[in-house]
């Protein structure tokens, strides 16, 4: 892994950084959540017939399982694999917390094209949404029928254009002339990226839902509408390790140690 070509590049793709293990917790969980049951065989296309058609919304399907990942720490499993949090380590630093929220998204083939569909967008960069230039956006298919279909584009160096000028979630304008970049991701590969990147999910032609959040340094001061959602620590620092221990910011005297007082005699 090659941490200087996050500046070049705008994103860095980790091959096979989650492990079969967390993989198949991950399947396991989310189809028990569902089903009630556990499920051995053919997970992806179980998944695929509990999609919900009218009765739920996408957000709310997508919503209670993402609950239940973060009930059993299953996001923070993925995050301290050692590809994955080497890389944020030598970005960020390892004072680390993710966006505590829906962090799953559903991507089906009838609602490509929708306009009632939040999670299809044209291009668009994750500052649009109020994220901070230096946070970075994480990205993985969990459920997918293969890598050929419906995953994400960057446009090439666009991390250096700065803030694109848009509206109603579309670019207002962009060169005549730019180069695209698709991904071709398998199940347990990642990709992180700068969040000035321009980026959109292509047409998918089955159903495939993936894993994307936002993670930061929390020490970094920053402004940005990033700040008005929920955020979960999952990393600490050595540094801000001792400023827990000490327990306040006046760092009170022999705050851990049991010392009686010294009396002086008069």
């Keep these: 892994m090659n941490v200087n070509s996050f500046s070049k590049n705008g994103y860095i793709i980790l091959k096979k950084a989650i492990s079969k293990k967390n993989i ?16 051995t065989k053919n ?3 179980k998944f695929c017939s509990l999609i919900p058609k009218k009765k739920e919304s996408e957000f709310l399907f997508t919503n209670r399982i993402s609950s239940t990942l973060q009930q059993e720490n299953l996001i923070e499993k993925i995050f301290y694999e050692k590809k994955i949090m080497n890389l944020f380590t030598n970005i960020l630093g390892k004072d680390l917390s993710y966006i505590l929220a829906n ?25 649009w949404s109020g994220a901070n230039i230096s946070s970075l956006q994480f990205w993985t298919p969990i459920f997918q029928k293969n890598n050929k279909f419906g995953q994400i584009e960057f446009i090439k160096d666009s991390h250096k254009w700065g803030h694109i000028p848009h509206q109603n979630r579309k670019p207002l304008n962009l060169p005549k002339n730019f180069k695209t970049i698709r991904t071709n991701l398998e199940v347990g590969d990642v990709i992180i990226f700068a969040t000035t990147m321009m980026h959109k999910s292509s047409i998918t032609k089955f159903p495939r839902l993936s894993l994307a959040s936002l993670v930061k340094n929390f020490k970094y001061k920053n402004e940005s509408f990033e700040n008005n959602r929920n955020w979960k620590i999952f990393s600490y620092s050595e540094l801000t390790k001792i400023e827990r221990i000490l ?20």
């Design 247 to 266: 327990g306040n910011h006046y760092l009170s005297p022999y705050r851990v140690i049991d010392l009686k007082p010294k009396i002086n005699k008069v």
């Design 24 to 39: 198949n917790s991950l399947h396991q969980t989310i189809i028990k959540s569902l089903t009630k049951k556990n499920i």
């Design 103 to 127: 962090n799953l998204t559903l991507n089906t083939p009838d609602k490509t094209n929708s306009k009632e569909n939040y999670l299809f967008k044209d291009w668009h960069q994750e500052i």
């Design 43 to 45: 997970r992806y296309d």
